[in-house]
T-cell receptor, first 114, second 109 residues
Framework: GAVVSQHPSRVICKSGTSVKIECRSL??????MFWYRQFPKQSLMLMAT?????????EQGVEKDKFLINHASLTLSTLTVTSAHPEDSSFYIC??????????FGQGTRLTVV | GIQVEQSPPDLILQEGANSTLRCNFS?????LQWFHQNPWGQLINLFY???GTKQNGRLSATTVATERYSLLYISSSQTTDSGVYFC???????????FGKGTLLTVNP
């Protein structure tokens, strides 16, 4: 299957700082990528759709100014959690889909804000 | 949006037993996938199955699209099968997946 790589896998940051998470499609191009968030013992919830060359589309209730998404190339989308607070601690995971196939997910990033 | 209901929420098995996990959708889906989430959080693709039946080793899946449900079968379960199983689907041509709440499977030796 296709490979989606996410980095870093784990990050600890201080409250008030910003953290950038990268999502790369390694063997295919992706004009669209998706970012999900998963709290402990819960399901994955879609946060936003990352669109190459245009603005991201955010799901209802997701603060676009806190979760900045940039999709500058056909293989890279970044999610920046700005002014992180402990309640932003979560598991963030991205996905991308080669044309006409299934979605593939990155390894995920476990963010802890202290 | 689409609602996804998974059952059972928890399942405990003895090694060697068989199990069936179910996923119901509130509306038609064009894309339907089953995943296994490993202890490190990574989602492992099991099946892409918007309709029909597929098998991969001890695992198989069936989707009845007209009745908006999908089943995942695990036969001769092993302790390594333990973890959370998710189904997810999307309508239309996009891949904005809506996930069920998952089934936590525990296989005891």
């Amino acid at each position: 299957g296709a490979v989606v790589s996410q980095h870093p896998s784990r990050v600890i940051c201080k409250s008030g700082t910003s953290v950038k998470i990268e999502c790369r499609s390694l063997d295919f191009q992706a004009t669209t990528m998706f970012w999900y968030r998963q709290f402990p013992k819960q399901s994955l919830m879609l946060m936003a759709t990352s669109n190459e060359g245009s603005k991201a589309t955010y799901e209802q209730g997701v603060e676009k100014d806190k979760f900045l998404i940039n999709h500058a190339s056909l293989t890279l989308s970044t999610l920046t959690v700005t002014s992180a607070h402990p309640e932003d601690s979560s598991f963030y995971i991205c996905s991308a889909t080669p044309v006409n196939t299934e979605a593939f997910f990155g390894q995920g990033t476990r963010l802890t804000v202290v | 949006g689409i609602q996804v209901e998974q059952s059972p929420p928890d399942l405990i098995l003895q090694e060697g037993a068989n199990s069936t996990l179910r996923c119901n959708f509130s509306d038609s889906v064009n894309n339907l996938q089953w995943f296994h989430q490993n202890p490190w959080g990574q989602l492992i693709n099991l099946f892409y199955i918007p309709s029909g039946t597929k098998q991969n080793g001890r695992l198989s899946a069936t989707t009845v699209a007209t009745e908006r449900y999908s089943l995942l079968y695990i036969s001769s379960s092993q302790t390594t099968d333990s973890g959370v199983y998710f189904c997810a689907g999307s309508g239309g041509s996009n891949y904005k997946l809506t996930f069920g709440k998952g089934t936590l499977l525990t296989v005891n030796p």
